[in-house]
């Protein structure tokens, strides 16, 4: 069975600092991993993913994430925070299991950024 | 080249009432997957169609709620006798193929709340 751990809820970083949004992920088969930001009153939309490719993953927005196998780990990162970027960050996990690829989310984290 | 369409986007209810969901994915997407974001959580899977099949539905409560994708016209999700508890955020999303790895594209959701 697939999980995933998004550590903080909550996560606020001043203006032009450095973003680090925690995702852990269990996975008893390789894994597929993604992003999501969600604004509000809005549907998702993919920041990037991992697909056995390159371990450090570049998406939209200037965001990054590096997985890490032997930390079960794959954190979210941008060198430097925009007010635009305030909003809820979904990370997913999807693997083959039983045939099915579906989305296993976690909980969100929910991103300030102070003036 | 519109993307995942749902509507309507905010349904009102009371308790007893059926509420019915529509979601038309993106153009040459055959693959649809219902999730449901209560207050404060993530995306919780409900159940993949493909045209007329009900493919996966482990994520769907066992009674009131049923889902279809027929031939012609949107995917419904349909909720009888709603109650309190069914108040959220209901995402549809959909893909072109049915594979690892693959992006979900989702819609801007409908907010259901039951009086």
């Known amino acids: 069975a697939q999980s995933v751990t998004q550590l903080g809820s909550h996560v606020s970083v001043s203006e032009g600092a450095l973003v680090l949004l925690r995702c852990n992920y269990s996975s008893s088969v390789p894994p597929y991993l993604f992003w999501y930001v969600q604004y509000p009153n809005q549907g998702l939309q993919l920041l990037l993913k991992y697909t056995s490719a390159a371990t450090l993953v570049k998406g939209i927005n200037g965001f990054e994430a590096e997985f890490k196998k032997s930390e079960t780990s794959f954190h979210l990162t941008k060198p430097s925070a925009h007010m635009s970027d305030a909003a809820e960050y979904f990370c997913a996990v999807s693997a083959a299991t039983s045939g099915t690829y579906k989305y296993i989310f976690g909980t969100g984290t929910r991103l300030k950024v102070l003036a | 080249n519109a993307g995942v369409m749902q509507n309507p986007r905010h349904l009102v209810r009371r308790r007893g009432q059926e509420a019915r969901l529509r979601c038309s994915p993106m153009k040459g997407h055959s693959h649809v997957y219902w999730y449901r974001q209560l207050p404060e959580e993530g995306l919780k899977f409900m159940v993949y169609l493909q045209k007329e099949n009900i493919i996966d539905e482990s994520g769907m409560p066992k009674e009131r709620f049923s889902a279809e994708f027929p031939k012609e016209g949107p995917s419904i999700l349909r909720i009888q006798q709603v109650v309190r508890g069914d108040s959220a955020a209901y995402f549809c999303?959909?893909?072109?193929?049915?594979?690892?790895?693959?992006?979900?594209?989702f819609g801007p959701g409908t907010r259901l709340t039951v009086l």
């Open positions: 999303a959909s893909s072109p193929e049915y594979r690892a790895g693959n992006e979900q594209f």
